[in-house]
């Protein structure tokens, strides 16, 4: 039986929905400064859904994008917030999970090449890891470049925990860089992340992509968001400005999941407006026929 490890679904953008007086960049990381509550109930719902990796909510809270909103100061709360949420959430539900810290983009999602240099970002990538201590796992996410993606990398592996590296592929199927997928999964081979993924793409974009994925990683994996599209969000303006597909209903998404598993995928769960519904569909049928695993399972 084939294991399969399962990340939770699209956590900030679900807790940002749920808070019904925010507006903001820091999207979910604001609705917890004011409502930590609703944080904890989206991790449990998806927890219950049956998710075995989970992720903290710091997405947003990089020191850059603090530093731009005015709030540096707050930094050592957001994540020590951010961890009570998902540590209230998991004793709660006596759940066997993983924690995942998060190292995000720095500036914003969905940009291209950064006006930065290999060192500078992985000082920032090393402040966000020693923040999260007390994680089982990290997970890089939505890596537009590989010379960011080379950064969060560098910093992660310092940490001696299991970590995987995702990039967001465009509609053409090249990194917003430019870089090709082939590109960006030998860019990191030598720092041996456990699995290299895609995430927030299309799902038809990570269809296409997975079965060549496949043959140039041991582990990879891959989880799609469901957003019309990214553009307005790309050109600086709030997740509010985003709309969801009507057509991917929890069926459809675990009949895409289902096959990227076939083409190879090991790693599989939800990105942005994938809702605990869509994970719970998706463990109750992958239950069936695999073992599904949390993703420091992965690196046994």
Request: proline residues 5%.
């Amino acid at each position: 039986m084939t294991s399969i490890a399962l990340l939770d679904g699209g956590l900030g953008q679900e807790i940002y929905q749920r808070g019904p007086d925010v507006s903001s960049k820091l999207w979910s990381v604001a609705v917890m400064l004011k409502h930590a509550n609703i944080v904890k109930d989206v991790h449990k719902d998806f927890i219950r859904a049956g998710a075995k990796t989970h992720t903290l909510n710091t997405y947003p809270a990089t020191p850059t994008r603090l530093a731009k909103a005015g709030l540096s100061d707050k930094i050592d709360t957001i994540y020590q917030k951010a961890f009570e949420a998902l540590q209230q959430a998991v004793d709660e539900t006596g759940a066997d999970v993983d924690i995942a810290g998060c190292l995000p983009p720095l500036v914003g999602s969905y940009l291209g090449q950064p006006q930065r240099s290999f060192d500078d970002m992985k000082a920032e990538f090393s402040h966000i890891a020693r923040l999260q201590p007390h994680v089982d796992v990290f997970l890089i996410e939505t890596m537009t470049n590989t010379l960011e993606a080379r950064a969060a990398c560098a910093a992660a592996r310092e940490q001696g925990k299991p970590f995987g590296v995702a990039f967001r592929l465009e509609p053409n199927g090249a990194l917003r860089s430019g870089e090709s997928l082939e590109q960006a999964m030998h860019a990191v081979t030598d720092y041996a992340p456990t699995a290299v993924m895609l995430n927030c793409c299309d799902p038809e974009v990570l269809t296409t992509a997975m079965p060549k994925m496949a043959t140039q990683a041991d582990i990879v994996g891959g989880y799609a968001n469901a957003f019309k599209s990214v553009e307005d969000m790309a050109k600086g303006s709030k997740a509010d400005a985003l709309q969801a597909r009507e057509d991917l209903s929890p069926l459809v998404h675990t009949e895409r999941v289902q096959q990227w598993i076939a083409d190879g995928a090991l790693v599989v769960g939800g990105c942005c407006e994938i809702t605990p519904a869509h994970i719970q569909h998706l463990a109750q049928t992958l239950e069936q026929s695999h073992e599904i695993i949390k993703f420091s399972q992965l690196a046994d």
